[in-house]
Protein backbone atom coordinates (compact mmCIF):
# COMPACT_ATOMS: atom_id res chain seq x y z
CA UNK A 1 0.00 0.00 0.00
CA UNK A 2 1.64 3.44 -1.01
CA UNK A 3 2.03 5.97 1.52
CA UNK A 4 -0.37 9.30 0.83
CA UNK A 5 1.79 12.21 1.02
CA UNK A 6 -0.37 14.81 3.00
CA UNK A 7 -1.15 18.00 0.95
CA UNK A 8 1.33 21.35 2.62
CA UNK A 9 0.07 24.07 0.68
CA UNK A 10 -1.88 25.45 3.95
CA UNK A 11 1.61 25.05 6.38
CA UNK A 12 2.38 28.03 8.06
CA UNK A 13 4.94 27.09 10.82
CA UNK A 14 7.35 24.61 10.46
CA UNK A 15 9.64 23.13 13.31
CA UNK A 16 12.95 21.92 12.71
CA UNK A 17 14.97 19.77 14.22
CA UNK A 18 18.62 20.65 13.17
CA UNK A 19 21.38 17.12 13.44
CA UNK A 20 24.39 16.10 11.06
CA UNK A 21 22.46 14.02 8.71
CA UNK A 22 19.04 12.79 10.07
CA UNK A 23 16.81 16.42 10.46
CA UNK A 24 13.21 16.29 11.88
CA UNK A 25 10.23 18.59 10.88
CA UNK A 26 7.14 19.35 12.11
CA UNK A 27 4.59 21.22 10.04
CA UNK A 28 1.30 22.83 11.33
CA UNK A 29 -1.60 24.92 9.11
CA UNK A 30 -2.74 28.41 10.48
CA UNK A 31 -5.48 26.53 12.72
CA UNK A 32 -3.05 24.55 14.73
CA UNK A 33 -3.96 20.93 13.29
CA UNK A 34 -0.22 18.63 12.81
CA UNK A 35 0.35 18.01 9.02
CA UNK A 36 3.01 16.53 8.76
CA UNK A 37 6.04 15.52 11.18
CA UNK A 38 9.01 13.11 9.90
CA UNK A 39 12.38 12.76 9.37
CA UNK A 40 14.55 13.94 6.37
CA UNK A 41 18.10 13.02 5.39
CA UNK A 42 20.29 15.80 4.85
CA UNK A 43 20.49 15.93 1.01
CA UNK A 44 16.62 16.42 1.14
CA UNK A 45 16.00 19.21 3.42
CA UNK A 46 16.16 22.08 0.75
CA UNK A 47 14.23 20.11 -1.56
CA UNK A 48 11.29 19.86 1.15
CA UNK A 49 11.64 23.74 1.81
CA UNK A 50 11.24 24.50 -1.69
CA UNK A 51 7.90 23.22 -1.97
CA UNK A 52 6.94 24.80 0.67
CA UNK A 53 4.91 27.91 0.52
CA UNK A 54 6.44 30.57 2.49
CA UNK A 55 6.31 30.67 6.26
CA UNK A 56 7.71 30.64 9.65
CA UNK A 57 10.36 27.98 10.57
CA UNK A 58 11.67 27.66 13.72
CA UNK A 59 15.19 26.36 14.81
CA UNK A 60 17.54 26.03 17.59
CA UNK A 61 19.98 28.19 17.76
CA UNK A 62 22.85 25.89 17.69
CA UNK A 63 25.78 24.62 15.97
CA UNK A 64 25.13 24.84 11.97
CA UNK A 65 21.96 27.01 12.70
CA UNK A 66 22.65 30.53 11.26
CA UNK A 67 24.10 27.87 8.00
CA UNK A 68 20.22 26.38 7.73
CA UNK A 69 19.05 29.82 8.63
CA UNK A 70 20.75 31.77 5.34
CA UNK A 71 19.60 28.66 3.46
CA UNK A 72 15.97 28.92 4.20
CA UNK A 73 16.02 33.04 4.13
CA UNK A 74 17.50 32.85 0.96
CA UNK A 75 14.15 30.93 -0.17
CA UNK A 76 12.13 33.11 1.12
CA UNK A 77 11.24 31.96 4.37
CA UNK A 78 10.75 33.87 7.92
CA UNK A 79 13.50 31.81 9.88
CA UNK A 80 13.83 32.24 13.89
CA UNK A 81 16.60 31.13 16.11
CA UNK A 82 15.46 30.53 19.58
CA UNK A 83 17.63 29.62 22.46
CA UNK A 84 17.23 25.92 22.99
CA UNK A 85 17.03 26.60 27.10
CA UNK A 86 13.38 28.78 25.95
CA UNK A 87 12.59 25.79 23.66
CA UNK A 88 12.96 23.13 26.50
CA UNK A 89 9.86 23.64 29.23
CA UNK A 90 7.90 23.25 25.33
CA UNK A 91 8.99 19.44 25.14
CA UNK A 92 6.04 16.99 26.20
CA UNK A 93 7.06 14.09 27.59
CA UNK A 94 9.58 11.87 26.55
CA UNK A 95 12.59 13.74 24.59
CA UNK A 96 13.32 12.64 20.59
CA UNK A 97 13.33 14.12 17.71
CA UNK A 98 9.90 13.98 16.81
CA UNK A 99 8.36 15.71 20.06
CA UNK A 100 11.78 17.78 19.92
CA UNK A 101 10.69 19.21 16.38
CA UNK A 102 6.71 19.54 17.62
CA UNK A 103 8.43 21.95 20.83
CA UNK A 104 9.86 24.00 18.51
CA UNK A 105 6.78 24.39 16.32
CA UNK A 106 5.03 25.79 19.57
CA UNK A 107 7.43 27.71 20.99
CA UNK A 108 8.16 29.68 17.79
CA UNK A 109 4.80 31.07 17.86
CA UNK A 110 4.67 32.34 21.79
CA UNK A 111 4.35 36.32 21.15
CA UNK A 112 7.05 36.77 24.37
CA UNK A 113 9.89 34.42 22.79
CA UNK A 114 13.27 35.28 22.17
CA UNK A 115 14.98 34.96 19.11
CA UNK A 116 18.41 35.13 17.93
CA UNK A 117 19.02 37.01 14.94
CA UNK A 118 21.22 34.89 11.75
CA UNK A 119 24.29 36.12 11.45
CA UNK A 120 26.07 36.45 7.81
CA UNK A 121 28.82 34.71 7.19
CA UNK A 122 31.03 37.06 7.25
CA UNK A 123 30.08 38.21 10.76
CA UNK A 124 30.50 34.29 12.19
CA UNK A 125 34.22 35.01 10.38
CA UNK A 126 34.98 37.77 12.82
CA UNK A 127 33.88 35.55 15.42
CA UNK A 128 35.71 32.58 14.59
CA UNK A 129 38.90 34.72 14.67
CA UNK A 130 38.14 35.63 18.76
CA UNK A 131 37.41 31.58 19.19
CA UNK A 132 40.81 30.89 17.34
CA UNK A 133 42.20 33.18 19.28
CA UNK A 134 41.11 31.39 22.64
CA UNK A 135 41.94 28.33 21.40
CA UNK A 136 45.47 28.89 20.75
CA UNK A 137 45.68 30.70 24.19
CA UNK A 138 44.51 27.57 25.74
CA UNK A 139 47.07 25.43 23.76
CA UNK A 140 49.37 27.72 24.70
CA UNK A 141 49.06 27.24 28.10
CA UNK A 142 49.17 23.71 27.90
CA UNK A 143 52.58 23.64 26.18
CA UNK A 144 54.04 25.87 28.81
CA UNK A 145 52.77 23.93 31.77
CA UNK A 146 53.13 20.72 30.09
CA UNK A 147 57.42 22.43 29.42
CA UNK A 148 57.45 24.03 33.29
CA UNK A 149 56.71 20.04 34.42
CA UNK A 150 58.99 18.48 32.30
CA UNK A 151 61.84 20.79 32.96
CA UNK A 152 60.82 20.53 36.98
CA UNK A 153 62.30 16.66 36.77
CA UNK A 154 65.38 17.79 35.24
CA UNK A 155 66.35 20.43 37.85
CA UNK A 156 65.00 23.73 36.21
CA UNK A 157 62.62 25.48 38.16
CA UNK A 158 60.84 28.80 37.01
CA UNK A 159 58.86 31.32 38.64
CA UNK A 160 55.32 31.46 38.09
CA UNK A 161 53.87 33.33 35.60
CA UNK A 162 53.61 32.72 31.21
CA UNK A 163 57.08 34.92 31.08
CA UNK A 164 59.55 32.85 33.35
CA UNK A 165 57.88 29.42 31.89
CA UNK A 166 58.67 31.05 28.35
CA UNK A 167 62.18 31.53 29.54
CA UNK A 168 62.86 28.03 30.10
CA UNK A 169 61.68 27.63 26.24
CA UNK A 170 64.57 30.36 25.09
CA UNK A 171 66.93 28.14 27.00
CA UNK A 172 65.81 25.23 25.42
CA UNK A 173 66.81 26.77 22.24
CA UNK A 174 69.86 28.68 23.26
CA UNK A 175 71.33 25.03 25.09
CA UNK A 176 72.57 25.67 28.64
CA UNK A 177 75.14 23.36 30.55
CA UNK A 178 72.26 22.55 32.85
CA UNK A 179 70.00 21.21 30.52
CA UNK A 180 70.93 17.58 29.51
CA UNK A 181 71.26 17.03 26.30
CA UNK A 182 68.98 14.00 25.59
CA UNK A 183 66.66 16.42 27.74
CA UNK A 184 66.75 19.38 25.53
CA UNK A 185 66.08 16.96 22.21
CA UNK A 186 62.82 15.19 23.72
CA UNK A 187 61.59 19.09 24.80
CA UNK A 188 62.60 20.93 21.63
CA UNK A 189 59.39 19.96 19.92
CA UNK A 190 57.47 22.35 22.86
CA UNK A 191 59.58 24.71 22.28
CA UNK A 192 59.07 25.20 18.60
CA UNK A 193 55.12 25.13 18.94
CA UNK A 194 55.45 27.87 21.67
CA UNK A 195 56.84 29.94 19.53
CA UNK A 196 54.62 29.38 16.65
CA UNK A 197 51.81 30.02 18.86
CA UNK A 198 52.86 33.44 19.91
CA UNK A 199 53.68 34.48 16.65
CA UNK A 200 50.07 33.57 14.88
CA UNK A 201 48.32 35.20 18.53
CA UNK A 202 50.20 38.34 17.59
CA UNK A 203 49.00 38.55 14.01
CA UNK A 204 45.46 38.19 15.22
CA UNK A 205 46.48 40.87 17.87
CA UNK A 206 47.24 43.14 15.40
CA UNK A 207 44.22 42.42 13.40
CA UNK A 208 41.74 43.20 15.96
CA UNK A 209 44.03 46.13 17.04
CA UNK A 210 43.75 47.39 13.37
CA UNK A 211 40.07 46.44 13.21
CA UNK A 212 39.55 48.97 16.18
CA UNK A 213 41.18 51.99 13.91
CA UNK A 214 38.61 51.55 11.55
CA UNK A 215 35.87 51.21 13.24
CA UNK A 216 33.94 53.85 15.15
CA UNK A 217 31.95 51.69 17.83
CA UNK A 218 35.13 50.15 18.68
CA UNK A 219 36.80 53.31 19.39
CA UNK A 220 34.56 54.52 21.27
CA UNK A 221 34.28 51.31 23.55
CA UNK A 222 37.88 51.69 23.74
CA UNK A 223 37.49 54.87 25.90
CA UNK A 224 36.22 52.70 29.19
CA UNK A 225 38.72 51.77 31.49
CA UNK A 226 39.56 47.86 31.27
CA UNK A 227 38.40 47.93 27.59
CA UNK A 228 41.05 47.00 24.90
CA UNK A 229 41.11 46.31 21.04
CA UNK A 230 39.98 42.46 21.50
CA UNK A 231 37.08 43.17 24.18
CA UNK A 232 36.02 46.09 22.45
CA UNK A 233 36.29 43.96 18.82
CA UNK A 234 34.22 41.17 20.80
CA UNK A 235 30.82 43.10 22.08
CA UNK A 236 30.67 44.73 18.69
CA UNK A 237 31.16 42.11 16.26
CA UNK A 238 28.86 39.63 18.79
CA UNK A 239 26.20 42.36 18.53
CA UNK A 240 26.20 41.91 15.14
CA UNK A 241 23.70 44.34 12.41
CA UNK A 242 21.38 44.46 15.16
CA UNK A 243 23.70 46.50 18.26
CA UNK A 244 22.74 47.22 21.03
CA UNK A 245 18.94 48.06 19.89
CA UNK A 246 17.99 44.54 20.55
CA UNK A 247 18.16 44.86 24.53
CA UNK A 248 15.22 46.77 26.70
CA UNK A 249 18.30 48.21 29.13
CA UNK A 250 21.17 48.20 30.70
CA UNK A 251 19.87 45.47 33.14
CA UNK A 252 19.09 43.43 30.19
CA UNK A 253 22.73 43.54 28.27
CA UNK A 254 24.20 42.74 31.80
CA UNK A 255 21.83 39.62 32.04
CA UNK A 256 23.07 38.66 28.12
CA UNK A 257 26.37 38.58 29.34
CA UNK A 258 25.34 36.38 32.80
CA UNK A 259 26.70 39.39 35.57
CA UNK A 260 23.92 39.43 37.42
CA UNK A 261 22.43 37.40 40.39
CA UNK A 262 20.66 34.47 39.70
CA UNK A 263 16.94 35.04 41.75
CA UNK A 264 14.78 32.79 43.39
CA UNK A 265 12.16 35.14 44.27
CA UNK A 266 8.59 34.12 45.95
CA UNK A 267 6.01 35.83 47.66
CA UNK A 268 7.16 39.03 47.20
CA UNK A 269 10.74 38.75 49.04
CA UNK A 270 13.76 38.99 46.47
CA UNK A 271 16.14 36.18 47.33
CA UNK A 272 19.22 37.11 45.15
CA UNK A 273 22.42 34.15 44.58
CA UNK A 274 25.52 34.56 42.41
CA UNK A 275 25.49 35.68 39.37
CA UNK A 276 24.05 33.32 36.82
CA UNK A 277 26.93 32.20 34.19
CA UNK A 278 24.30 32.65 31.45
CA UNK A 279 24.63 34.00 28.29
CA UNK A 280 27.82 34.75 26.42
CA UNK A 281 30.55 33.18 28.68
CA UNK A 282 33.35 34.67 26.36
CA UNK A 283 32.71 38.37 26.78
CA UNK A 284 31.84 37.96 30.10
CA UNK A 285 35.42 36.72 30.85
CA UNK A 286 37.11 39.36 28.59
CA UNK A 287 35.33 42.04 31.05
CA UNK A 288 35.64 40.49 33.97
CA UNK A 289 39.32 40.11 33.01
CA UNK A 290 39.43 43.85 32.16
CA UNK A 291 37.72 44.51 35.42
CA UNK A 292 41.04 43.48 37.49
CA UNK A 293 43.13 44.83 35.43
CA UNK A 294 41.33 48.28 36.70
CA UNK A 295 41.03 47.20 40.58
CA UNK A 296 45.37 46.13 39.92
CA UNK A 297 45.52 50.37 38.76
CA UNK A 298 43.38 51.89 41.35
CA UNK A 299 45.72 53.60 43.49
CA UNK A 300 46.87 55.47 40.44
CA UNK A 301 43.35 56.77 39.73
CA UNK A 302 40.60 58.80 41.44
CA UNK A 303 37.34 58.69 39.99
CA UNK A 304 34.19 57.60 41.43
CA UNK A 305 34.44 53.81 39.66
CA UNK A 306 37.64 53.31 41.43
CA UNK A 307 36.36 55.25 44.43
CA UNK A 308 33.61 52.98 45.05
CA UNK A 309 35.66 49.52 43.64
CA UNK A 310 37.99 50.57 46.78
CA UNK A 311 35.09 50.73 49.66
CA UNK A 312 33.63 47.78 48.44
CA UNK A 313 37.20 46.04 48.65
CA UNK A 314 37.40 46.82 52.41
CA UNK A 315 33.95 44.38 53.13
CA UNK A 316 34.47 42.07 49.90
CA UNK A 317 36.86 39.68 48.11
CA UNK A 318 38.80 41.04 45.50
CA UNK A 319 36.97 38.53 42.59
CA UNK A 320 33.36 39.35 43.93
CA UNK A 321 34.83 43.34 43.25
CA UNK A 322 35.54 42.37 39.83
CA UNK A 323 32.90 40.35 38.63
CA UNK A 324 30.92 44.29 40.33
CA UNK A 325 32.86 45.90 38.36
CA UNK A 326 32.51 44.04 34.99
CA UNK A 327 28.39 44.43 35.55
CA UNK A 328 29.34 48.11 35.75
CA UNK A 329 31.47 47.99 32.37
CA UNK A 330 28.38 46.26 30.77
CA UNK A 331 25.98 48.53 31.76
CA UNK A 332 28.47 51.35 30.44
CA UNK A 333 29.36 49.75 27.39
CA UNK A 334 25.21 49.92 27.04
CA UNK A 335 24.89 53.61 27.58
CA UNK A 336 27.73 54.50 25.36
CA UNK A 337 26.57 52.54 22.32
CA UNK A 338 22.75 54.07 22.76
CA UNK A 339 23.89 57.84 23.26
CA UNK A 340 26.74 57.33 20.34
CA UNK A 341 29.03 58.87 22.86
CA UNK A 342 32.88 58.62 24.25
CA UNK A 343 33.22 57.77 28.37
CA UNK A 344 33.96 60.49 30.30
CA UNK A 345 34.74 59.58 33.97
CA UNK A 346 32.04 62.18 36.34
CA UNK A 347 34.81 64.49 38.61
CA UNK A 348 34.89 62.60 41.88
CA UNK A 349 32.88 64.98 44.44
CA UNK A 350 34.96 66.64 47.28
Not at 44 to 55: A, G, H, S, T
Not at 109 to 137: C, G, K, Y
Not at 168 to 191: N, R, T, W, Y
Not at 222 to 232: F, L, R, S
Amino acid sequence: MSKVTPDLSSVTVVGLDLAKLVFQVHCVDAGGKVLLNRALKRREVMDFFRKLPNCRVGIEACGSSHHWGRQLLALGHDVKLMPPAYVKPYVRRQKNDATDAAAIAEAVTRPTMRFVAVRSIDNQALLMRHRVRETLVGQRTQLLNSLRGHMAEAGLIAAQGARNARALAGLLAEGHPDIPSCVAQALLPFARQIAELDAAIDVLDKEFAAAAKADVEVRRLMTIPGIGPQTAHAIVVTLGPDGIGQFSGPREFAAFLGLVPRQNSSGGKQRLGRISKMGNAYLRKLLVVGAHSVLHHRERHNDPLRNWAKALLAAKPFKLVAVAIANKMARIVFALLSSQSAYAAPVAAA
